[in-house]
């Protein structure tokens, strides 16, 4: 009878299962169906910024430039799209190819992708500058939504996310350096680099400095960012802390926050109806003053950020935060190993907020004392109420770094 007794138990604990898991899928089936729907109408009426999910090339063309798509293949087998504006708006791509431009690199930051130099429309500082009648290469690195592709090995595979950003400047940035050199005919190129696109410049130049210092013209650093130990973002600084990249390594978790569709759509549809959740996201990120910022496309943006990248590319920056200096990554018990910077010889730009807690005050201070001392440090603007998001994020009132830049 006992038996009896528990393999009812059994069979009713098993239906019970069975039912419950039924249940839950309805439920996510059908909220996933009514998040659509509700999605589909924000959209229909209006209620997004139709660029929200869009690709870097369809938000180009949307605002009428013209613009191309390229593939840049790297020695370690990575294929990466980036984006080219090769004039200004309502111009087309004959004129603009017969017409002696000087090109001009934007690099991403951190978790980031091309979509963001252009999220903001109008004001965006991909369109400004190809109105200016430069020849505008939006680039990515891999690991994110346009940097998953390798011939070698998939990103199933645990070698496909070995990097950090010093691969994304010593092999993506040769290689699309190396493209856009050969598609120009120039012999060198600007280079503009937000956050984390500000430290593979200066790794660059301090592991291959002959190398940097002959194909790049100018290097203009929005946010720059080297020294991250005394940081005042108490988030990363925790999570730094708490060695949640470590944690994460251990457990074989490779991929950090790739970009996804219907995260994205979720993300600009929460921006849109709840503001405080785009304000709270973007402070956890570095910005102490998103109410500056253009909130009028910060589902855009919210759309197209995070993008992914390595879990070991955020332990390389988390363990900037941990140590002082401006390290190499350490594997183990490695001695620490700075990048020596003293061999730049390239016209410098430091442009920074006040109001920025990932690129703070000590940080550009350091970099200052660096580059002064080399006597390429030609410009260093400190902008009032500016985040770390505001060079991509400006309102109209924002905009004397633009000018600055040009």
């Known amino acids: 009878l006992i038996k009896i007794q528990e393999q009812i138990y059994r069979e009713l604990n098993s239906i019970l299962h069975k039912m419950a ?67 200004k708006r309502r111009q087309s791509i004959e004129d603009a190819l017969k017409e002696d431009k000087k090109p001009i690199i934007l690099q991403h930051g951190f978790l980031s992708s ?88 200066f790794a660059g130049l301090a592991l291959e400095h002959d190398y940097f210092n002959a194909k790049i013209s100018t290097f203009l650093a929005y946010a720059p960012i080297a020294h991250l130990h005394k940081l005042t973002n108490i988030w990363i600084k925790e ?14 978790v490779h991929q950090l926050m790739p970009w996804g569709y219907f995260n994205s759509q979720m993300n600009a549809y929460l921006c849109d109806t709840l503001r405080i959740f785009c304000d709270f996201e973007l402070y956890v ?32 920056m988390f363990q900037l935060v941990r140590e002082p200096g401006f390290a190499r990554y350490r594997e183990g018990n490695d001695p620490l190993e700075l990048y020596d910077l003293s061999k730049i010889k390239i016209p410098i730009a430091l442009l920074s907020g006040d109001a920025d807690n990932l690129a703070t005050k000590g940080n550009l201070e350091w970099l200052d004392s660096v580059l002064s001392d080399l006597h390429v440090l030609k410009m260093k603007k400190v902008y009032h109420n500016f985040s770390h998001n505001s060079f991509l994020l400006p309102t109209p009132e924002m905009c004397q770094y633009q000018q600055d830049t040009l």
Not at 34 to 41: A, D, K, N, Q, V
Not at 239 to 252: H, I, P, R, S
Not at 285 to 307: C, G, H, L, R, T
């Open 114 to 201: 091309s979509d963001v130099w252009v999220a903001n429309g109008k004001t965006a500082v991909g369109y400004l500058l190809a109105d200016q009648g430069y020849d505008v290469w939006i680039t990515n690195a891999r690991g994110n939504r346009y940097g998953l592709k390798n011939t070698k090995y998939s990103v199933e595979d645990s070698e496909f996310w070995d990097f950090t950003f010093e691969k994304m400047i010593m092999k993506d940035g040769k290689a699309y350096i190396e493209y856009i050199l050969k598609e120009t005919g120039k012999e060198k190129v600007a280079y503009i680099g937000h956050s984390q696109g500000t430290s593979m410049m």
């Open 239 to 252: 999570f730094a802390n708490l060695k949640l990249d470590y944690v994460m390594m251990k457990l074989g």
């Open 285 to 316: 990120q570095s910005d102490i003053k998103p109410q500056y910022e253009n909130a009028e496309k910060f589902d855009v943006y919210m759309s197209v950020y995070p993008s992914g990248t390595s879990v070991k590319d955020m332990s390389h």
């Open 21 to 87: 898991f039924l249940v839950r899928n309805q439920m996510m089936n059908w909220t996933f169906l009514l998040f659509h729907f509700s999605f589909l109408i924000a959209v229909s009426w209006g209620w997004l910024d139709p660029d929200v999910s869009k690709t870097t090339i369809e938000m180009i063309q949307g605002h009428e430039y013209p613009a191309q798509q390229h593939t840049v293949k790297t020695e370690d087998f990575y294929e990466l799209t980036i984006f080219r504006i090769l004039g």
